[in-house]
């Protein structure tokens, strides 16, 4: 089975510019989560999505950062307007949640990461 | 709010070393409690996790953790560690109840092997 996809691994772009990072999760899942890492702040949960819905976003930096989950299958992150503090690795993950009566295994699928450089 | 303490940033061990990596966790209930490891260029990796039961967990390539409520503590340990052990190691707490799983990591421990 494919892990989870992500696109672009890397990307530079200037200050100013729109930034939209890709994630497919694994086929099945119904969690899908986007966490940003940073040698200064670590691992930081950005928002996370229960069968395409938001269920939390209060890590979303600020109003330039905006998340969506059109289908079961595919997520974007957008930055707009870019800012050099922005650059850090954004990784994607999913899972399968817990349902009533369901198994779980609390296992996070991460992608291979896309670094993100603004200059 | 939950939150995880990894109290080491960057152990160094030498090859065929035991190894044991800190974790020391806040949670307001029972904890679901995880250890990845992240090689560079890559995602994180599950390694083991605690839910309930057996205090002692064993998970992949060779690795075990111990829950210790009374300390609040998920320590990662490995008897003999291998060069390509070298990675950073992340510990996380979150509940997974209800379908809602917001996951906490600590900030990581970087592994040095050392022949």
């Known amino acids: 089975d494919a892990g989870v996809i992500q696109s672009p691994r890397h990307e530079v772009t200037e200050m100013g510019q729109e930034v939209t990072l890709r994630c497919k999760p694994i086929?099945?899942?119904?969690?899908l989560f986007w966490y940003r890492q940073t040698m200064m702040r670590g691992l930081e949960l950005l928002i996370y999505?229960?069968?395409?819905?938001?269920?939390?976003d209060s890590g979303m930096p600020e109003d330039r950062f905006s998340a969506k989950m059109p289908n079961a299958s595919f997520s974007t992150l957008k930055i707009q307007p870019s800012e050099p503090r922005d650059s850090a690795v954004y990784f994607c993950?999913?899972?399968?949640?817990?349902?009533?009566?369901?198994?779980?295994?609390?296992?996070?699928?991460f992608g291979e990461g896309s670094r993100l450089t603004v200059l | 709010a939950q939150s995880v303490t990894q109290p080491d940033i960057h152990i160094t061990v030498s090859e065929g070393a035991s190894l044991e990596l800190r974790c020391n966790y806040s949670?307001?209930?029972?904890?679901?409690l995880f250890w990845y490891v992240q090689s560079p260029g890559q995602g994180l990796q599950l390694l083991l996790k605690?839910?309930?039961?057996?205090?002692l967990v064993q998970g992949i390539k060779g690795f075990e953790a111990e829950f210790k409520r009374s300390q609040s503590s998920f320590n990662l340990r490995k008897p003999s560690v291998h060069w390509s052990d070298a990675a950073e190691y992340f510990c996380?707490?979150?509940?997974?109840?209800?379908?809602?799983?917001?996951?906490?990591f600590g900030t990581g421990t970087k592994l040095q092997v050392i022949p």
């Open positions: 949670y307001g209930a029972t904890p679901y």
């Open positions: 605690y839910f309930s039961g057996d205090t």
């Open positions: 086929s099945g899942h119904n969690s």
């Open positions: 993950a999913s899972s399968l949640a817990r349902l009533a009566g369901g198994s779980n295994t609390g296992e996070l699928f």
């Open positions: 996380a707490v979150g509940p997974i109840s209800g379908g809602y799983q917001k996951v906490t």
């Open positions: 999505f229960n069968n395409n819905v938001p269920i939390d």
